[in-house]
C-alpha cells in the first residue's frame, strides 16, 4: 500500500510542477520588459537591430508557449541555463542553497516540534500551566517572522553582540538566530495540537488501566498517550510544511543567509527570471515531498489510515 501511495503522489507532484512551470512561466512572460531590454539599458550603444538579432539568437521572438516548450524540453534534459545575475550556472548555485535551506528547516523542524510537545504535555498534564502556555502559543502566532528576527538581531547582534546578525561562516553561532526565529514562529501550532491530542489521550480508558498498574507519569504519557497523540500532531506538520518553507524564505533574507529564500529574492530583484522560476520550483518540490514524508509517517503511526 505504501510503494502505490508513493507512486500515485509522485505522479502528483509531477503533474503539480508541470502546471506550477507553465503558470509561472507564463506569468513572467507577460512581464513587461526581458533580458535584452536590460541588456540594452545597460549598453545604450545596441541598436534595434542588435536587439531583433540578440532576441532571435535566444528565442524570445517565439511565441510564449513554444518558448515554454523549449525551456521545460531543456530542464527535463538537464540544461538548467545560465545565471544572468550571478554569471555561474543556475545548477551551481541551486545545490548549495538548498542544502542550506534544508538545514535551517531540519533544525528550525525539530526545535519547533520538541518545544510544541513539550508544552504540550506541560498544559495536558498540568492544567494550571495551560494559561501560560496558551498565551506563549498566541503570541508565537500572532508575531510576524520578519519582525521577531529584527528584533532578536537588535538584540543579540547589536546591543549584546553575542551573536552575528547574518550570513553562513559555517558554525551554529550562525545558524541558532535564524533557527529560533522560524521555529518560533511555528510554535504555536505543535504546542495547541500536542496539548488537545494528549488530553484526548490521557482520557482513554487504557491510560486509567495503565497508571492502576502502578505505571509513572512519563510512562504514561510517552509510551502509552503519546503514540496515539503524535497523529494529529504529524498531520499538523504535513499541513505546515509550506508555512515552513516560506517562513525559511522570509527568515533567511532577513538573516542574509545563502539560501533559497535569498537565492530566489536577489533573482527577482536582479531580474534573473530563469533562476527565479527554477528555484520556486524546487521550494515548490521540497514543500510537496515534505508532505508525502508526513503522510508515510502517519501511516506507520496508525496503520488503519493505509
Not at 503539480?16 to 531590454?37: E, K, Q, R, V
Amino acid at each position: 500500500m505504501a510503494g502505490a501511495l508513493i507512486l500515485r503522489r509522485l505522479l502528483q507532484i509531477a503533474v503539480t510542477t508541470a502546471i506550477l512551470s507553465l503558470c509561472a512561466f507564463l506569468l513572467i512572460g507577460l512581464m513587461p520588459g526581458d533580458p535584452i531590454d536590460l541588456a540594452i539599458a545597460g549598453d545604450p550603444r545596441l541598436s534595434a537591430a542588435d536587439a531583433a538579432r540578440m532576441r532571435a539568437l535566444h528565442g524570445l521572438d517565439q511565441p510564449l508557449l513554444a518558448r515554454y516548450l523549449a525551456w521545460a524540453q531543456s530542464v527535463l534534459g538537464g540544461n538548467f541555463g545560465h545565471s544572468r545575475l550571478f554569471a555561474q550556472p543556475v545548477s551551481a548555485l541551486l545545490g548549495p542553497a538548498l542544502l542550506s535551506t534544508l538545514e535551517l528547516l531540519g533544525l528550525a523542524l525539530l526545535l519547533a516540534l520538541g518545544a510544541g510537545v513539550g508544552l504540550g504535555a506541560l498544559a495536558a498534564l498540568r492544567p494550571r500551566w495551560s494559561g501560560p502556555v496558551q498565551a506563549l502559543a498566541l503570541a508565537a502566532q500572532a508575531v510576524p517572522t520578519f519582525w521577531l528576527g529584527l528584533l532578536l538581531i537588535i538584540l543579540f547582534a547589536v546591543t549584546l553582540g553575542w551573536l552575528p546578525a547574518g550570513g553562513a561562516e559555517g558554525g551554529w553561532r550562525f545558524l541558532l538566530l535564524p533557527v529560533v526565529t522560524l521555529a518560533f514562529a511555528n510554535l504555536a501550532a505543535y504546542t495547541r495540537h500536542s496539548a488537545a491530542a494528549l488530553r484526548s489521550a490521557l482520557a482513554e480508558p487504557h491510560i486509567r488501566t495503565a497508571r492502576a498498574k502502578g505505571a509513572s507519569e512519563a510512562r504514561v504519557l510517552w509510551r502509552h498517550a503519546w503514540p496515539n497523540a503524535a497523529i494529529p500532531v504529524v498531520a499538523v506538520a504535513a499541513l505546515d510544511a509550506g508555512a515552513l518553507v516560506s517562513g525559511a524564505l522570509v527568515t533567511e533574507t532577513v538573516f542574509a543567509r545563502p539560501g533559497m529564500g535569498k537565492l530566489i529574492f536577489d533573482a527577482v530583484m536582479g531580474s534573473d527570471f530563469n533562476l527565479a522560476l527554477l528555484a520556486l520550483l524546487v521550494v515548490a518540490v521540497v514543500t510537496m515531498l515534505a508532505t508525502l514524508a508526513a503522510d508515510l509517517v502517519q501511516r506507520w503511526l496508525d496503520p488503519r489510515l493505509a
